[in-house]
């Protein structure tokens, strides 16, 4: 039985395709589009996943979709009342929604009667993204995000195939909106910019706590809800202005004139940052932390569970998922590579499957590699086509068909200081690269970090990178070894390995690590053992394949991404690209 899942029309649109309760395909739409965070139907990914999932267009009968007009139909009502620019938007996204089977219909070439659409709450849908998808039997879960069917955050436990609410935070309050109102305070406006000032975070100092902790109202102890004090933000008056109808998604100003007031005059993106700024950005992020670890905390004891799953843009918080494990209690935390609201096509589809239609599960996220793949004749083919354009770049092209030897040839390159663009297998589903569409370079240079900035990804000089570690020497470098396969925890670098791998080494003492094993990437694996053969480290610095865009899907974007960008190498599959620097 195929149920397709989607994401459509709000940021990061998506699709995905499950098979008889197992995940075959996932995908974003930006990555066939090019354009971050791309809001709008998913048509391209809704046709991809489809086809991926060797379905043919007569076994599609159920379409899921992480949105149900009638959650909170009267605190709605009330600020529809109240807001009448808030109640036309909610009616024109309604008439898309309604809408929403026809329009698959016609991207998949179907009849629409022969489409059943199940509407899914959004925040069901992102816990069921966690939990169905998580190998844990029973686990509370935690939902938090912006906004999604007038909530914020939904808390519970899963057992089984059924999840089971146990309370919501509704409009207005949020604590992604408190983020996002922040981060466009801070002089980052575009969609999805929160995780910059996640980094910012660690170069200043929470000395502005108190006045944050005025922002976010949240009593310690035995409760799980928080408030807004509604003076600092926009959104609950007249309606941020949003963007949802296709290309890259917009939102307007969240923050007050009384927040201006409070904290000072805002930054402009082109204006400098300052000390105040760095302050800001640590008293945001520490506000934040205290008050998601003290609800997960109380979730602990009164569900006393010891395994947690967690969802939402929230979760994409590394920072306070590092830091779980050792202050709420929690032995064990899932949090899928999607975790925010590209993840809700799975949760609708999964939920469907499991909590509404009966189904057990069988199915666990083990690794991030659903989208599309492409194999060395297609590779092989395209370099052929670009060989002029190639070879005037000054390179070389190789075919590698020993996997030994590719591995100790990269590796070597990357111990020798160069820029690597590796691009093999599928696709990974979520915003990291994982080892399948990444760029790698030697973790132990510190120079690195402001090779890559500057010269590569053309991005800001605060920003970290990310180590990715043989799971089995977690332990040795991190203060951790709890896995983090999909780059989502944050763990202090122990003292003594601070100097070994700098370029990965944040400011503050941290990396955002990914751990890699062999049954869930054998090739990344063979790679980073081969590295750590040649030099001793078992780490990879690992930056996504790309540079100001989306993540590259194909390997033609990968070849102009390494032209583009002056990369030194690139390992397309087996096939080797060497810019002059290596012949010979």
């Not at 791309?38 to 076994?59: H, I, N, Q």
């Amino acid at each position: 039985m195929l149920i397709l899942g989607i994401n459509a029309y709000h940021g990061d649109a998506s699709a995905c395709s499950v098979v008889d309760g197992n995940l075959a395909a996932a995908a974003e739409e930006e990555r066939f589009t090019r354009i971050k965070h791309t809001a709008g139907f998913p048509g391209e990914a809704l046709r991809y996943v489809v086809e991926a999932s060797g379905a043919g267009k007569g076994d599609i009968r159920i379409l899921a979709i992480a949105r149900n007009p009638w959650a909170r139909i009267l605190s709605k009502a009330l600020y529809a009342f109240r807001m009448p620019s808030l109640a036309r938007n909610r009616i024109g996204a309604q008439s898309r929604f309604a809408a929403i089977g026809e329009e698959a219909a016609r991207a998949l070439g179907v009849p629409s009667t022969q489409i059943e659409v199940r509407r899914v709450e959004h925040h069901k849908a992102h816990m069921a993204s966690a939990f169905m998808v998580s190998p844990f039997d029973e686990a509370a879960v935690f939902s938090v995000d912006g906004l999604g069917d007038f909530a914020s955050a939904m808390w519970g436990v899963g057992r089984g195939n059924r999840l089971h609410p146990m309370g919501a935070v509704a409009f207005p309050h949020s604590l992604g909106i408190y983020y996002t109102a922040l981060t466009q305070y801070l002089g980052f406006p575009k969609y999805g910019d929160e995780y910059k000032v996640m980094g910012l975070a660690s170069y200043g100092q929470p000395e502005m706590l108190d006045e944050f902790r005025r922002i976010v109202i949240a009593r310690n102890g035995g409760r799980m809800n928080f408030e807004l004090d509604p003076d600092y933000f926009t959104h609950h008056v007249g309606g941020a202005e949003m963007s949802w109808d296709g290309g890259e998604p917009t939102i307007g100003r969240l923050y007050s004139e009384h927040l201006v007031k409070r904290l000072g005059k805002a930054r402009a993106a082109s204006e400098p940052i300052e000390d105040r700024h760095y302050a800001i950005a640590s008293s945001l992020q520490r506000r934040l932390e205290e008050v998601v670890l003290d609800r997960l905390r109380t979730l602990r004891k009164i569900t006393g569970m010891r395994k947690l799953c967690l969802a939402g843009g929230v979760a994409f918080n590394c920072v306070v998922n590092g830091k779980i494990l050792e202050q709420t209690g929690f032995d064990e935390v899932y949090v899928q590579s999607a975790a925010g609201d590209a993840g809700l096509a799975i949760g609708a589809a999964m939920y469907v499957w499991h909590h509404e239609l009966g189904n057990p599960r069988r199915f666990i996220m083990e690794h991030s590699y659903w989208g599309p793949e492409y194999g060395d004749a297609q590779i092989g083919a395209l370099l052929d086509s670009a060989r002029g354009e190639i070879e005037r770049e000054g390179c070389e092209i190789a075919k590698i068909d020993n996997e030994a030897e590719l591995y100790r040839r990269t590796a070597a390159a990357i111990a020798d200081g160069k820029v690597v663009g590796w691009f093999q297998g599928r696709m990974e589903w979520g915003p990291r690269a994982l080892g399948n569409r990444s760029i790698l370079a030697d973790p132990r240079r510190p120079e690195m970090r402001d090779i890559l900035n500057a010269k590569i990804k053309r991005r800001e000089m605060f920003r970290p990178f990310a180590p990715s570690i043989l799971e089995e020497a977690t332990g040795e470098y991190f203060s951790q070894s709890y896995p983090s396969p999909f780059m989502l925890m944050a763990y202090p670098v122990r003292p003594e390995k601070r100097a070994v791998i700098p370029a990965t080494t944040h400011i503050d003492g941290t990396g955002r690590l990914q751990t890699v094993s062999g049954s869930q990437n054998q090739r990344y694996y063979g790679l980073i053992s081969e590295f750590r053969r040649q030099t001793g480290v078992p780490v990879l610095l690992n930056t996504s394949f790309n540079e100001n865009e989306p993540v590259v899907c194909k390997p033609e974007e990968a070849l102009n991404c390494f032209i583009r960008t002056k990369m030194d190498v690139l390992v397309l599959g087996s096939y080797i690209v060497t810019r002059p620097s290596l012949v010979g």
